[in-house]
T-cell receptor
Framework: DVKVTQSSRYLVKRTGEKVFLECVQDMDHENMFWYRQDPGLGLRLIYFSYDVKMKEKGDIPEGYSVSREKKERFSLILESASTNQTSMYLC???????????FGPGTRLTVL | AQKVTQAQTEISVVEKEDVTLDCVYETRDTTYYLFWYKQPPSGELVFLIRRNSFDEQNEISGRYSWNFQKSTSSFNFTITASQVVDSAVYFCALSETTQGGSEKLVFGKGTKLTVNP
């Protein structure tokens, strides 16, 4: 079974803090993705990575950066958290190509 | 750009009713893939089906069935004899090739299904 884990289910941070969200997959997948999910807006892609140290911007990259130093780990970084980044963050991984993405349980981030 | 429309924001049915969730897509690609995911109240998205654009055969898996019609750019999902455990948000998604040659998914906004006992 594919397993994608995320470092926290719930996180509360203060405005201006630097926030790291970690995602780890155990299926040797090349592709990894970060989404945010907001009511009425569905899932929106922030960044994705198709190989170690490679990344590509998604639809809403502003205010975020990512890091992929190892194949199994993909980190989302909020350099200076703001209240409008309060959201559910979902990580996913897949094989190359338009393959099925497998999702982690999500991190609900609240920025006060 | 690719687009996925799930026009039904919320649907409420009584247990044992059949229910169809609509998905309409727009794409410039000649080859593409369509997906359905389920997100139960626990929050984790669960993969249900992946279909490529060359395969228009309907698919059935237990109480679930999918109707893919290229002519109308639709990929609808039907649950037969719905159960309370089917209550979830359902997402339809479409593959997209980026300018850099990578593949990503474009998701619809989701349909929240509530099945009442």
């Amino acid at each position: 079974d594919v397993k994608v884990t995320q470092s926290s289910r719930y996180l509360v941070k203060r405005t201006g803090e630097k926030v790291f969200l970690e995602c780890v997959q155990d299926m040797d997948h090349e592709n990894m993705f970060w989404y945010r999910q907001d009511p009425g807006l569905g899932l929106r892609l922030i960044y994705f990575s198709y190989d170690v140290k490679m990344k590509e911007k998604g639809d809403i990259p502003e205010g975020y950066s990512v890091s992929r130093e190892k194949k199994e780990r993909f980190s989302l970084i909020l350099e200076s958290a703001s209240t409008n980044q309060t959201s559910m963050y979902l990580c996913a991984s897949s094989l190359p190509g338009p393959d099925t993405q497998y999702f982690g349980p999500g991190t609900r981030l609240t920025v006060l | 750009a690719q687009k996925v429309t799930q026009a039904q924001t919320e649907i409420s049915v009584v247990e044992k009713e059949d229910v169809t969730l609509d998905c309409v897509y727009e794409t410039r690609d000649t080859t593409y893939y369509l997906f359905w995911y389920k997100q139960p109240p626990s929050g984790e998205l669960v993969f249900l089906i992946r279909r490529n654009s060359f395969d228009e055969q309907n698919e059935i898996s237990g109480r679930y069935s999918w109707n893919f019609q290229k002519s109308t750019s639709s990929f609808n999902f039907t649950i037969t004899a719905s159960q309370v455990v089917d209550s979830a948000v359902y997402f339809c998604a479409l593959s997209e090739t980026t300018q850099g040659g990578s593949e990503k998914l474009v998701f619809g906004k989701g349909t929240k299904l509530t099945v009442n006992p």
